[in-house]
């Protein structure tokens, strides 16, 4: 049988103008039985659509940080660069593969707050000026390492994969969710109360974490994750090719 087939949104490098990824990505959807494939970044409608046609479902990545007109406000002297072509592309594939084919969509990083402002919610700009907390969310290198705990809601999907109340968790982010979007649940929760996890139940399968478990492969967590998004692209894709 052939692999499901991964769109991968890239990372983007201003200063090289360059497109990049994190090994840790692809090797998490490979070990975990896919093909995952980076796309370029564009925001040609034509190339999207066709994109949208070709994949699976879609992993979207961590990077820069969501622009804030996305949300209805401006943007503040701490946040970060911003990408408005990468903002473009995955708006167009969120809505046009995700949302209205119901493809598999996993968020990381970036990609949690991506879906969360998408689907209506907001961002902190910067979680220490506005969200001041003892955990330290942005650790430094090694990123293999945990940097706090989050505990898992109970009887929420992450619950049930992982089968812990309570784990570890790497951290590398200076924005979070604010406002919850409508539609979106809550599955973990850091122990300052910023949110860790997220799903949505209408859908069949959009989860995202805050967390890094592209960089913590060895984990089981981290593994059970990806996996989980991949068997979730191969049921998808069964129900597509019966119907």
Not at 112 to 119: A, G, K, M, S, Y
Not at 145 to 174: C, G, M, W, Y
Request: include cysteine; proline fraction near 5%; hydrophobic fraction near 40%.
């Amino acid at each position: 049988m052939k692999r499901p087939v991964i769109g991968v949104i890239p990372l983007w490098d201003e200063k090289k103008n360059s497109i990049w990824m994190i090994p840790g990505y692809m090797r998490g959807l490979e070990e975990s039985g896919a093909v995952g494939i980076i796309l370029n970044l564009s925001d040609s409608e034509s190339v999207l659509e066709q994109a949208v046609r070709l994949f699976d479902g879609f992993l979207f990545t961590g990077g820069h940080d969501v622009n804030p007109e996305l949300y209805g406000q401006k943007k503040t002297e701490r946040c970060e660069e911003i990408c408005d072509m990468r903002d473009k592309m995955e708006r167009y594939i969120f809505n046009e593969a995700v949302l209205k084919q119901n493809k598999p969509a996993l968020g990381i990083c970036r990609g949690i707050q991506l879906f969360n402002v998408l689907l209506g919610g907001s961002l902190y700009q910067d979680i220490p000026t506005e969200f001041p907390s003892a955990i330290n969310h942005s650790q430094k290198p090694p990123y293999d390492v945990p940097a706090h705990s989050v505990r898992i809601i109970a009887d929420t999907p992450l619950h049930k994969l992982v089968q812990k109340e309570v784990f570890e968790v790497n951290s590398s982010h200076h924005q979070g969710i604010n406002k919850i979007a409508k539609g979106l649940e809550v599955m973990a929760l850091s122990d300052d109360g910023l949110v860790e996890a997220v799903y949505m139940p209408a859908h069949s399968y959009i989860w995202a974490v805050q967390w890094h478990p592209e960089l913590s492969l060895k984990k089981e967590i981290s593994k059970k994750i990806f996996s989980s998004f991949v068997e979730n692209v191969e049921k998808s894709r069964g129900k597509i090719r019966e119907s």
